[in-house]
């Protein structure tokens, strides 16, 4: 009869499975990964019931056969090793490297850059393991240890995050392709995070010092772009033309290249807000005969300007903060919400609610100032409260000896004669404490 050994590690107990002498004369043992107990019972079991099966030469039962085919490749080669299990027939015979560059380059729906972020990657992956390997040979274990391969060359987590979701969208596209059965990425963490650590909310007085350091109008309006009109930069540059500048209405079409695939999301109007006016009416007024773009430099959509916009900054005196379009972007919706719905401003700027509170939305030091003041006059009054005129902060010592005035109901004609039999008197004013004797 099979036997179950465990073994402690740093952090838990694993299990495994070992054969007895009379099942496989070399009494291998077969490793489960990380099992709980009573998974190993289970495991226990059903590997008898393949050696019983071997043996007679009788069939593997359904109970068996399911929980064969929810073991993964590794595990399951282990099984096959020993006897115990055919191994499966591949479908085809399909090198990782083969597929994934197969899978880029069918990508033409795609737009440039998302196509970089591909093969940026591409170049991950096989730095991690060989492109020669099978599809099928990558466990869900080599996914994990791919995870801690990126985190240990020093990428940051929302990076890793990224990375590893994009190659768990290869292996779904191989898994629809039914080359697998299995995507090994199934479990690992792939959403992004907030990392408020690198936001920075840039002032107005700040981003004032920014644009009167630009060395053209151009700059001057794409800072300004940034920080009051709250545009992505530079993909929403690309497109912005005079002709979308509707100066009868005071606002503005921005066109969006990052949610044109959503039916709807192709473009957003935004308001001409004033600060953000100045600068698109001097801009206009410098414009050359037919000039169409409102940004007329050599601009695409995935253009660098951070190396000339870092430059900017420090001319300015102040030193280039992280996430440089993103911050001001953010600096934007922040203040705007201040004064607007939240589902206005995030239509106007493009983004949702969820996503503006999780990656936008800040605290900053203004918001703390105002906290802190004091928010009542100093006459007394204290939310409406006027403590100076409340009878329930006098002593109570001066509430003795007050004259009790009778007091009539005067709201009936019947009332008052009714009452006229009665002396009633006012309550005199005290606190909300018993009166004591001493």
């Not at 969208?169 to 039914?178: H, L, P, Y």
């Not at 009167?212 to 772009?225: K, Q, S, T, Y």
């Not at 203004?366 to 004091?374: N, P, Y």
């Not at 403590?387 to 109901?409: K, S, Y």
């Amino acid at each position: 009869m099979a036997s179950i050994e465990s073994r402690n590690n740093k952090n838990s107990k694993t299990y495994r499975i070992r054969l007895s002498e009379g099942e496989l004369p070399s009494r291998p043992r077969i490793g489960f990964g990380r099992i709980t107990k009573r998974q190993a019972e289970t495991a226990k079991v059903n590997v008898e019931n393949l050696i019983k099966a071997k043996n007679t030469g009788s069939e593997v039962s359904i109970s068996v056969q399911g929980w064969l085919g929810g073991l993964t490749g590794s595990v399951r080669k282990r099984l096959e090793a020993h006897g115990l299990v055919e191994p499966i027939k591949r479908k085809a015979e399909i090198t990782l490297g083969a597929w994934v560059d197969g899978y880029i380059k069918n990508r033409t729906d795609v737009k440039p850059n998302t196509k970089r972020n591909m093969l940026a990657t591409r170049n991950s992956l096989f730095g991690f393991c060989s492109t020669s390997i099978n599809i099928a040979d990558f466990s869900g274990y080599d996914a994990e240890e791919f995870r801690r391969h990126l985190l240990e060359l020093g990428l940051a987590e929302n990076t890793v995050r990224r990375r590893c979701k994009r190659v768990k969208q290869f292996f779904a596209a191989a898994q629809r392709k039914r080359l697998i059965d299995e995507n090994p990425f199934y479990g690992i963490p792939t959403s992004t995070v907030s990392n408020t650590k690198r936001q920075q909310f840039i002032s107005c007085a700040d981003i004032q010092k920014v644009i009167d350091a630009c060395p053209n109008n151009e700059w001057r309006l794409i800072f300004a772009l940034a920080r009051y009109g709250g545009l992505r930069i530079p993909s929403e540059l690309y497109g912005l033309t005079w002709d979308d500048i509707l100066w009868d209405k005071k606002r503005f079409i921005i066109h969006s290249p990052k949610t044109e695939h959503i039916e709807g999301k192709e473009t957003r109007i935004c308001p001409l807000f004033p600060e953000l006016e100045l600068h698109l009416m001097e801009s206009f007024q410098q414009a050359q005969p037919g000039q169409k773009r409102v940004i007329n430099m050599n601009l695409t959509v995935s253009s660098n300007l951070r190396t000339q916009a870092h430059r900017i900054i420090k001319r300015a005196g102040l030193k280039p903060w992280a996430k440089t379009f993103q911050n001001l972007r953010s600096s934007r919706e922040t203040e705007l919400v201040e004064d607007f719905p939240v589902h206005v401003v995030t239509e106007w700027l493009g983004n949702s609610p969820d996503i503006a509170r999780k990656h936008y939305l800040q605290t900053h030091e203004e918001h703390f100032q105002r906290a802190v003041k004091k928010r009542w006059p100093d006459s007394g009054t204290r939310g409406g409260l006027n403590t100076a005129a409340d009878p329930r902060t006098e002593p109570q010592e001066q509430n003795r000896g007050v004259d009790l005035t009778p007091c009539f109901a005067t709201a009936c004609d019947n009332m008052q004669e009714d009452t006229n039999q009665y002396d009633l008197y006012l309550i005199p004013p005290r606190g909300i404490e018993p009166l004591s004797h001493g």
